[in-house]
């Protein structure tokens, strides 16, 4: 069974950092694209970045500007989104998921986790 558990969420003043971790089990890591999304409240659902841990390949979308980046711990079966200049519009649940192939459309990602809070304010 495909799990994936999104942790590392919390309140952080505009301006900090945060890394949200993503905790794969059930599956083949290097077979799946891992992407992390996030919702804002009243808002719809947004790819954020996803990566391909088997050749390493990264995709980031243009929502965050550069203030993201995604890394993976295969060792580990863990995907990382480290969260940098933190402003109040970040402020969102954030979820992984996995699919087949590198992309953000949320539709084409079967597995999800729960998501994780973070709240950007001062």
């Known amino acids: 069974e495909v799990q994936l558990q999104a942790s590392g969420g919390g309140l952080v003043h505009p301006g900090g950092s945060l890394t949200l971790s993503c905790a794969a089990s059930?599956?083949?890591?290097?077979?799946?694209?891992i992407g992390w999304f996030r919702q804002a409240p009243g808002k719809e659902r947004e790819g954020v970045s996803c990566?391909?841990?088997?050749?390493?390949?990264?995709y980031y979308s243009d929502s965050h500007e550069g203030r993201f980046t995604i890394s993976s711990d295969n060792a580990k079966n863990t995907v990382y989104l480290h969260l940098n200049s933190l402003k109040s519009e970040d402020t969102a649940v954030y979820f992984c998921?996995?699919?087949?192939?590198?992309?953000?459309?949320?539709?084409?990602?079967?597995?999800w986790g729960q998501g994780t809070l973070v709240t950007v304010s001062s």
């Open positions: 998921a996995a699919t087949y192939a590198l992309g953000l459309d949320p539709t084409l990602y079967p597995y």
């Open positions: 059930g599956f083949t890591f290097d077979d799946y694209v």
């Open positions: 990566i391909d841990s088997s050749d390493g390949n990264i």
